[in-house]
């Protein structure tokens, strides 16, 4: 995440599980090349993959959507 | 049927004939002298049964679709040109739109279908002595196949007056001795070459499909070539191989996809004596215009004016052509036209204007959407080749379930660059530092990947796949 938001020229905000996505620093580009370099490392893209449309609000439930994604 | 009539208009025949020298056709595995067609044929004493009529050439080879279509012009009413790569289930829906009455296979080469067609033709593909037979003189009429990826190819109609308007004199493109291309001659980049060397004075050294490019490179040098064409993707791959340092073209010129200048300056590294240009042409526009500076992209100045009786104009980016270089129409497609109503053409590639340049960006129909933001993927290419270790790159889009469609890129590395998985790493985040330098940031690729090679279409353009 720190990556992708040096390469966007972003600034993140300090990250914990409560912090609110929209409010991380990252915008939807952002989010996408994230989400594309995970898919990349770890073979999987859990919000393709899952059949209700569900997007996390804070990177506590993001985080876990990659937990459960990966069993 | 209505035949063109006319009193003497100079055919192919006419341009072997009037020559002092030997001329010779090389394909791998074999050759031609072909000026002895102007006192033999290669048709088994069969052109006589082929005039007038509308002639399908299917040879399997470029070397026996040579000497047919020289014997053909002038003969046949109408020659229709059939690409390596057609498609046989196409065959009965292109034999029909063009009233083909007539076919020229190949002796000792597998046929491509069954061709149940009043008469049937063998090329040698050698010449045989044999006295001309007279036969009224037609202003035969040519028919080029687009390479359309889906659905039946559309079949453009030229003339040989039109396909050989732009070999006007004064051009680096003048005075070849020996011709040699990468494109197949039976695709309009192809016989743009073909028609060169037989009109210009020269001998052609043909390519051949499969044929390993450093085996083809010998080939070239083995005979001489002076004036060598191809696409920016079939330079690429040329410039990957040793060979080309066996080569020393007076002439090098590229078509059929975006000279981006990465690639205009590698030739230039590598034949630093030789006259590097890049053309545009389309199956139906013609051949536009010719670029010689040594720089990507075109002077605006070419725009709103009328060169050589081409005229270009950019209406919602795209560019239009209208000259007597253009198809004259489309055979056999109800209602479809070619050029509007002012005669333009719209070739569907898309200009940006930089500066006092026009600089291609990409094709209409190969728009990327980023989040509503458009990418062409041939512009990220062109930044990508730039970066010293890249030799060549294919960018294309990947579904992403946030901002609909994201772009990454395929890369081939130059060959030094092989190397560990660190490098690799290294090499990978200098060139999206350089991507994030140049682009904005919806263009910059979410991922590169090195790949051994890229895929090369049998049109020589690389290979995209539509999504």
Redesign the interface.
């Known amino acids: 995440m720190e990556d992708v938001a040096r ?3 972003k600034i993140l905000a300090p990250l914990d599980d409560d912090l609110v996505l929209a409010n991380s620093g990252l915008d ?2 952002g ?3 994230l ?3 995970l898919e ?1 490392t770890l073979g999987v ?1 859990p ?2 993959a899952a059949e209700d449309a569900f997007f996390p609000v804070t990177l506590g439930d993001f985080v876990k959507v990659y937990e459960n994604g990966a069993r | 049927m209505k035949m063109a009539r006319v009193d003497a208009p100079p055919s192919l025949r006419d341009y072997v004939a009037d020559t002092s020298g030997a001329r010779y056709f090389w394909q791998r595995g074999a050759s031609v002298c072909f000026t002895d067609l102007d006192r033999g044929t290669s048709l088994g004493g069969r052109l006589a049964d082929l005039a007038g009529r509308s002639v399908l050439v299917a040879t399997a080879t470029q070397l026996a679709a040579a000497l047919a279509l020289i014997e053909l012009d002038g003969r046949a009413r109408r020659i229709t040109i059939l690409p390596p790569d057609a498609e046989v289930a196409h065959l009965p829906a292109l034999i029909e739109a063009a009233e083909i009455d007539a076919v020229v296979v190949e002796q000792g080469s597998p046929e491509r279908a069954t061709f149940d067609l009043p008469v049937r033709a063998v090329c040698a593909p050698s010449i045989k002595t044999a006295e001309l037979v007279p036969s009224a003189r037609l202003r035969t009429e040519w028919v080029m196949l687009t390479s359309g990826t889906t659905g039946v190819p559309k079949m453009v109609m030229h003339t040989l007056a039109g396909l050989t308007a732009p070999m006007r004199a004064g051009s680096p493109a003048d005075g070849a001795a020996v011709w040699g291309t990468f494109y197949d001659i039976r695709r309009y980049g192809g016989l743009q070459i073909f028609l060169r060397a037989v009109l210009g004075g020269a001998s052609l050294v043909l390519s051949s499909a499969g044929e390993p490019v450093a085996d083809h490179l010998g080939r070239l040098a083995r005979h001489g070539v002076t004036h060598l064409s191809g696409t920016p993707s079939h330079w690429r791959r040329a410039l990957m191989s040793q060979a080309i340092r066996t080569i020393a073209p007076r002439y090098v010129r590229l078509s059929g996809e975006i000279a981006d200048q990465a690639i205009l300056d590698g030739l230039r590294a590598v034949f630093p004596h030789a006259s590097v240009g890049h053309a545009y042409a389309s199956t139906e526009a013609g051949v536009a215009f010719d670029v010689n500076d040594g720089l990507a992209g075109f002077p605006a100045a070419f725009v709103g004016t009328n060169r050589d009786g081409v005229e270009m104009k950019v209406v919602e980016d795209s560019l239009r052509i209208r000259s007597p270089r253009t198809a004259s129409r489309y055979v056999g497609t109800e209602g479809l036209a070619l050029a509007d109503d002012a005669g333009f053409v719209d070739t569907g590639d898309m200009v940006e204007l930089r500066g006092d340049r026009y600089h291609f960006v990409g094709r209409k129909g190969g728009i990327i959407n ?2 509503g933001l458009k990418v062409h993927p041939e512009e990220i290419e062109a930044v990508i080749n730039r970066h010293p270790q890249v030799r060549m790159a294919l960018v294309r889009s ?6 609909g469609s ?1 772009v ?1 890129a395929d890369v081939v590395l130059k060959s030094e660059e092989a190397s560990t998985p660190a490098r690799q790493i290294e090499v990978r985040d200098d060139i ?1 530092k350089f991507c ?1 330098e140049a682009l904005p ?2 263009k ?1 690729p ?2 590169i990947s090195f790949v051994p090679s890229l895929a090369v279409a049998p049109t020589g353009k690389l290979a995209r796949r539509r999504a």
Request: charged share 20%; proline share 3%.
């Open positions: 390469e966007h020229g939807s580009l989010f996408a090349v989400v594309a370099r990349d893209d919000f393709t | 980023i989040g990947r579904q992403s379930p946030i901002v994201l990454v999206l994030r940031r919806h910059v979410a991922a």
